[in-house]
């Protein structure tokens, strides 16, 4: 089942169910008229969802074009927001990149911060943001909507909780991130408003590609329309979304439609960090890990962070190059308070 | 005017309109069901509930009586919950317990960290945690529930964002904190749910008290049944709400329902680390802080953190000792997963 959120409708828009290859959709507002309604009561709304769904795969329900471009994020504001590092690949780079040391314990203990979920961007919003000089990146991700998951949850009934899953473009300030970070209470300004993919797909729409706990399949990321990134989104993953999902419900429980993210999607090339798609590599999932890699390959980074007018497009495919959760695309401007 | 939410409805509960001394409520389902619904159309329902506020107050609308522990946190789960640390003197003597340098800039430039916002205690409800040994801690403080405010507002734009105002226990687990903040993402695990007073309150319920951007009441800390914490949160509060708001809208907006918070209310006296109350000082609106006292005062922390059993009350009192949020109360005790 893929679901999606129309922009109609107030804060939290329109819930409609979307076919399998993103070509129509049908309203849902019958069974729940948004997402979070929907998620609030799962066990109700989940299988009436899933027999519209098949009733639109089967044409037997009233419905329309579905145009990706008309959707908000699939929860356009949340109740939580947490993301993970799982792809340490990644943080060990980014590290480097601040000049700052790994500790071996991340290799064991996951990495994960609180992000801000009250005003998510729609998957081909802009990214409006005051100042080129922030270092504006992107960060494309995978993450899961969870049920509720009582606290001190094992990864074992985490893994049972995991409702939808999307793509994620995490925005990130690298430029704010030291100082901010150097505060010691995490990241703030340094993260701007997520993007998510136009939509939320249930495990099952993944078939083989998810084992329960991954997704293997490239995510794919496309940079001012050239392609930047193919990383394996099931390679290199140190944690998956069960383990994720029980370390952000060690000391309290998560509500229903809690959203856990896996970082920036990363894969080492046989134990060296990834090369360019040009020269053969798998690419990048963001601009801080090109720029490392050219710092360590020439001394310094090449590839400057987005400028006004940058494009980033992020998307993934199945194995017949059908597009699961719909593209985030979006460019960057500046934001005229 | 005084709003509450109770227990009875779905995980939203219901919204009531209190009377001014906590005695008395009367439904407010016919303006919004919720108080999220209330503020996200706050231009329309405010007045609406201000005008039932009145109507409470004269008596000419049928009312119920008001028990504090039928209420859950005026916002049961919220989009965002963001967490100064306004008052820098608690700030540099938990860093000194830490055994951490505060820089400089921390007198300019406002920390603040994002919390979990999907899973709040009602104010009489348990804090059930898995572990002692995770130092369990109460925080005494202040926040604001802000209307949107759009990206890069300033301090003045912020101020008029102002909707209402709570009392928070920002429950923090001191044993897992130092770990998690050197992995330099912030806190996560280290902070458990939080608590809300039984009624939220529009700012000119404090008249004078209420500066437009400080509250000039002592908080009252009660521990074990024994006064704790009387400290004023209009002293030494170095970055007023308007200023928070301000900060954490840089380089996003907020969405209506946003709560921000103080941080622990801590004064100094006399230029000197705040005294227990025993001694003629102000005492403390955590324990973190009497610890570090203790710790310059003998060489060593003597109160221990919280236990199974133990009892926290955190209320504020007007000049004629009447309550104005009514009072948070809570006991800790083992979590039996």
Redesign the interface.
């Known amino acids: 089942m893929k679901l999606a959120t129309l922009k109609s409708g ?2 939290d828009g329109r819930l409609v169910v979307v076919s399998r290859d993103l070509t129509a959709m049908t309203d849902a507002g019958e069974i729940a008229p948004t997402l979070q309604a929907a998620i ?1 009561d799962w066990a109700v709304c989940g299988p009436k969802l899933e027999a519209l769904a098949e009733s639109l795969e089967h044409g037997s329900v009233p419905s329309e074009r579905f145009h990706e471009h008309d959707a908000l994020s699939p929860l356009p ?4 927001w ?1 993301d993970g ?1 799982a792809y340490v690949n990644h943080v060990e780079l980014v590290r480097k990149a601040r000049g ?1 040391e790994m ?1 071996e314990s ?1 290799w064991t ?1 996951p ?9 998510f961007l729609a998957p081909r919003d802009p990214i ?3 100042d080129e000089a ?1 270092g504006i990146d992107m960060e494309g991700e995978l993450a899961v909507i969870v049920d509720d998951v ?4 094992s990864r074992e009934v985490a893994a049972g909780r995991i409702r939808l899953l999307m793509l994620v473009n995490d925005v990130s ?1 690298r430029g ?1 991130i030291p100082a901010e ?13 997520s993007a998510f993919s136009p939509v939320a797909v249930t495990p099952d729409e993944l078939g083989d590609k998810w084992d329960g706990g991954k997704v293997h399949l490239p995510l794919c990321v496309d940079y001012n329309g050239k392609p930047f990134g193919r990383a394996n989104a099931g390679i290199d993953m140190t944690f998956d979304f069960p383990t994720l999902v029980a ?2 419900a ?6 229903a ?2 959203i856990i993210g896996s970082g920036t999607v990363s894969n080492k090339l046989d134990g060296e960090p990834g090369k360019p798609i040009a020269e053969g590599g798998v690419g990048y999932s963001c601009l801080a890990e090109i720029r490392m890699v050219e710092t360590i390959n020439t001394g310094a980074p090449k590839t400057p962070f987005m400028s006004f007018g940058d494009t980033v497009r992020i998307e993934m495919l199945d194995d017949k190059h059908h597009s699961v959760f719909g593209a985030i695309e979006q460019v960057v401007e500046k ?1 005229e ?1």
């Open positions: 107030g804060r609030d504001r949340a109740y939580q947490a590092s700052a500790p991340f203990d990495l994960m911060y609180q992000g801000g979920s009250d005003s409006r943001l005051g922030w009582p606290m001190g949850a300030l704010l970070l150097g505060k010691g209470f995490g990241f703030f300004q340094s993260k701007p408003s370390h952000a060690k000391t309290r429980p998560l509500s439609g809690t934001y308070g």
